[in-house]
C-alpha cells in the first residue's frame, strides 16, 4: 500500500518496525485541523496492512502539548451541526489502529487530545504533563471518546469530575488515577517509551495484536465469552510460524525471531 501524503503540520516515520506519529502544530499546542485529521484516518490502514509495522508511538511536538484536541478557531470547516455529527473523528482512527499504540505525553492533554490518549493502548507521560476534559467549560462536551473511555479507566467520579468541572489535573494526579501508566521525568521520557516500543516489537506481532483484541473484547462481552474466545485465538496462535519458532528458540536458549507468521 502506498503511503499518503501529508501535510506539515502531521509527521509519520518507520523505525525497528516502530511507527512514530507526530502531530507537528508546537506553535498552537498541536491542535487538529480538519487536515490534519484526515492525515490521521488516512495512515490507519497503512499501518494496520504494513507488516514492517508492529507498534505505533503517537506524540506531538515541542514540550508544551501533546495536544490540546481541535482547534476550535476552525470548528467550522466541519461544516454544518449535521456534518460535524457524522463527521470521522480523528480519536476513532486511534482506535482502529490494530496494533499496539503508545500515547507518549508532555505538556497539555486536554480535550480532543486526551481523547487520543485515551484511545491508545498504554500512556507514558512527563511529569509536566496535565490533563484535562474541558469541553464543558465552552459549552458542550466531549465529541469523541471522553465520555465513554475515561469511566472505564477512572472511577465514575473521577471521570465525573474532570467531565463536569473542566479542569486541569497533574501528570501525579492522573497516574494516581489510573490514566497514566508510567510517569517519567521529561528527560526520561523518549528512552523510556522507546525501550517499551522495542520490546514490544521483539514480540510475536500476530499474537500481540490478538492480545489487544482481546483486551477490547473483555470490556464489553461477558467473561465466559471472552473466555472461550480467548482460547480459540489461544489455538489459532499455534498455526502460526512465530509459534514454531518462539518453541524452538525456547529448546536452543537463544532469542525468537518473529516473523509475524
Known sequence: MKLPTFPDEFKF??????????????????TMTPDMGKALLE???YINANDEIRVVILTGSGSKAFSAGSDVKVL?????????RN?????????????????KIRGYCIGGGLEMALMSDIRYAADNAQFGAGEIKLGWHGGAGNTQLLPRVLSTGKALEMLLTGDLISAQKAE?????????????????????????????????ELAKHLVRVSQS????IGLQYENDTFA????????NEGRRAFVEKRKPNFKGN
Not at 467550522?76 to 460535524?84: A, H, I, K, M
Not at 463527521?87 to 500515547?103: E, L, N, T
Not at 501508566?181 to 499474537?207: C, F, H, Y
Request: aromatic content about 8%.
Open 236 to 243: 489459532y496462535c499455534f498455526t502460526t510460524e512465530d509459534s
Open 43 to 45: 495512515i490507519v490502514p
Open 221 to 224: 462481552t461477558a467473561v465466559d
Open 87 to 103: 463527521r470521522v473523528d480523528y480519536a476513532r482512527g486511534i482506535w482502529a489502529i490494530r496494533k499496539p499504540v503508545i500515547a
Open 13 to 30: 516515520s518507520v523505525a525497528n518496525k516502530v511507527a512514530t506519529i507526530t502531530l507537528n502544530r508546537p506553535d498552537k499546542l498541536n
Open 76 to 84: 467550522d470547516q466541519y461544516g454544518s451541526n449535521w456534518q460535524l
Open 176 to 208: 494516581q488515577y489510573g490514566l497514566v501508566d508510567q510517569l517519567l521525568l521529561d528527560a526520561e521520557l523518549d528512552s523510556a517509551v522507546e525501550d517499551l516500543a522495542n520490546r514490544i516489537a521483539a514480540n510475536a506481532p500476530i499474537a500481540a
